[in-house]
Each structure stands twice: as C-alpha cells, then as structure tokens.
C-alpha cells in the first residue's frame, strides 16, 4: 500500500476562517453573491444592489455579517477554493463568534474595522466599522483570530 501522508504538525490549528468558533448563540442569515470574483470564507458580507444579495464590498450601513465557511462546498473548475462564487448562496453570521484572519495586530476586545480589501483591523482611519463586534482573542497580523458579537 502507498504511504499518503509522512509527516504531520506538532499541533493541529483550532479554526481557520469563517469556521464558526463555539456553541454560543449565534445568528445566521444566507444571501446570494453577486460579485464576479465571489467572496471568500471568513470575510464581511454587505447588502448586494438586487434583493436578498449580498457584495464583499460596502459601507458600514450595508455590512450584514461574516462569511461561514462550508466544508462541503464544490469547487467549480472555474473557482477557487474557499470562496462562494457568484450566485451562491453563502451563509453569514450576524452575531456569534467566527474565526478569520487578522490584517493588523491586534488585541481582546478592540473593536473591529474592516478595510477595503475585506481585511480584519483595529484601525479605525479610513476603514469601514463593524458595528458590535469586537476581537475575542489577541493576535498577531496574518494570524487566525476570533471575532464576537454577542
């Protein structure tokens, strides 16, 4: 028999992004992609132009929530993986705790920016603020970090 797999992580990672994190109660919605680039696990999700749509870009007004990734979801081949493609329908979680990826350093409880690339920040200049979440845990930039809005 073949061998598949020689060597293995010293430790499994706890997430990766758009894994919802725990049982805690959560709120999820699910909206249809609009973008030709669709939108990825873990990212912001903002009201798209048609109804019951959604876009990776947008204003603080129109942010819905944070991309849920699902495990199950086949790649086209003419998509990437870990990313809905347009016309999808992508579930986004409106309050709850989600792991993504962390675009700065960053801290307990500093309160969370999104930026124009659809990076997670707490740097509030130029940046689009996601009204009542936070990051649950410290982190540096370009590591898994959770984020919570209870």
Known sequence: MAVLQTSYTDQVAPGYPGMVANAETSNRISRTVKDAGGIAFGKPAFEGTDDHSCSATGTAAAFLGITIAHEALAQLATSTA?????????????????????????????????????????????????????????????????????
Do not use: C, E, H
């Open 82 to 150: 870990d990313v809905y493609p347009t016309t999808a329908s992508v579930p986004i979680m409106t309050q709850g705790v989600i792991w993504a990826t962390a675009g700065a350093a960053v801290a307990k409880r500093d309160p969370v920016y999104a930026t124009a690339a659809g990076a997670f920040t707490n740097v509030a200049t130029g940046n689009i603020a996601l009204a009542g979440w936070v990051f649950d845990t410290s982190a540096a930039s370009g590591a898994l970090v959770k984020l919570a809005k209870r």
